[in-house]
C-alpha cells in the first residue's frame, strides 16, 4: 500500500498570504489529524478529520482551518501567514474501526512551509 | 493533563553500542496507548511501536526492545548494538482511547547520533 502523501513538500510564501495544503491518507484510512512541528513548541496536534467532519482541535487561532473530503483526503488551510507559521506541517492517517480504540496513526513526509 | 517527557535532548554513541532513550509519561486515564516514533533527516515520522496500558509486557523487535514500566510511568526505548543508519530523532507519544481517536501528545523528543 501507499504511504500518506503530502503535497506541495516546500513552500514559501510571504506574511499576509494564505496558503493550503494538501494530504492523501493510505487507501482505506478515514481518519486524518494534523500536527505542527516547530524547533520551539515541538510536534503540535492542530486537528483531526473523519467522515468529512473535524472531531477534534487544537489549541490554534482561527487562522488555521481544515476539511476533509468524501474520498477521505484533506487540506488544511493557514490565512494571514505570519512569520511564527514557519514550520514542518506533518499529515497523519489512520484505520477507524468501530469502539473507542486508539488507532496507530501513519505520517506523511510533511511539508515544509518557509514564511518570510 | 497528559505530558510526556523525554529529559535526554541529544545522545551520541559509538556505532556498536547500546543506547536507551527514556521517556516519562503524565495522564489520569486508565486507558492509555504509547507510541514510539523515529523523525530521520527527510521529515517524516516513521512508526516503531504501540502499547497500551493494559500490556506491561516488554517486547524485542531485532535490535529494538522496549520496556514498559506503569509502575514509574515510564515507557524506555532500548537500541541493541546501534548503526549509523539509527540516528535520528526519537519522539515518545501518549494518547488515551477515552473520546475514540484522540491526538497524540509528543515528548520533545531525543536526537540519536551513531558515530561510525
Known amino acids: 500500500k501507499a504511504g500518506v502523501t503530502q503535497t506541495p513538500r516546500y513552500l514559501i510564501k510571504t506574511r499576509g498570504q494564505q496558503v493550503t495544503l494538501s494530504c492523501s491518507p493510505i487507501?482505506?484510512?478515514?481518519?486524518v489529524s494534523w500536527y505542527q512541528q516547530t524547533p520551539g513548541q515541538g510536534l503540535q496536534f492542530l486537528f483531526e478529520?473523519?467522515?468529512?467532519?473535524?472531531?477534534n482541535k487544537g489549541n490554534f487561532p482561527g487562522r488555521f482551518s481544515g476539511r476533509q473530503f468524501s474520498n477521505s483526503r484533506s487540506e488544511m488551510n493557514v490565512s494571514t501567514l505570519e512569520l511564527g507559521d514557519s514550520a514542518l506541517y506533518l499529515c497523519?492517517?489512520?484505520?477507524?474501526?468501530?469502539?473507542?480504540?486508539?488507532?496507530?496513526?501513519?505520517f506523511g513526509p510533511g511539508t515544509r512551509l518557509l514564511v518570510l | 493533563a497528559q505530558k510526556v517527557t523525554q529529559a535526554q535532548t541529544e545522545i551520541s554513541v559509538v556505532e556498536k553500542e547500546d543506547v536507551t532513550l527514556d521517556c516519562v509519561y503524565e495522564?489520569?486515564?486508565?486507558?492509555?496507548?504509547l507510541f514510539w516514533y523515529k523523525q530521520p533527516p527527510s521529515g517524516e515520522l516513521v512508526f516503531l511501536i504501540r502499547?497500551?496500558?493494559?500490556?506491561?509486557q516488554n517486547e524485542i523487535s531485532g535490535r529494538y526492545s522496549w520496556n514498559f514500566q506503569k509502575s514509574t510511568s515510564s515507557f524506555n526505548f532500548t537500541i541493541t548494538a546501534s548503526q549509523v543508519v539509527d540516528s535520528a530523532v526519537y519522539f515518545c507519544?501518549?494518547?488515551?482511547?477515552?473520546?475514540?481517536?484522540?491526538?497524540?501528545?509528543f515528548g520533545k523528543g531525543t536526537r540519536l547520533s551513531v558515530i561510525a
Open positions: 497523519a492517517s489512520s484505520l477507524v474501526t468501530s469502539g473507542a480504540t486508539q488507532e496507530t496513526q501513519y
Open positions: 487507501s482505506g484510512h478515514r481518519s
Open positions: 478529520y473523519f467522515s468529512e467532519t473535524q472531531r
Open positions: 495522564t489520569r486515564d486508565t486507558t492509555y496507548y
Open positions: 502499547r497500551n496500558s493494559f500490556d506491561e
Open positions: 507519544a501518549l494518547s488515551d482511547s477515552f473520546s475514540g481517536n484522540t491526538p497524540l501528545v
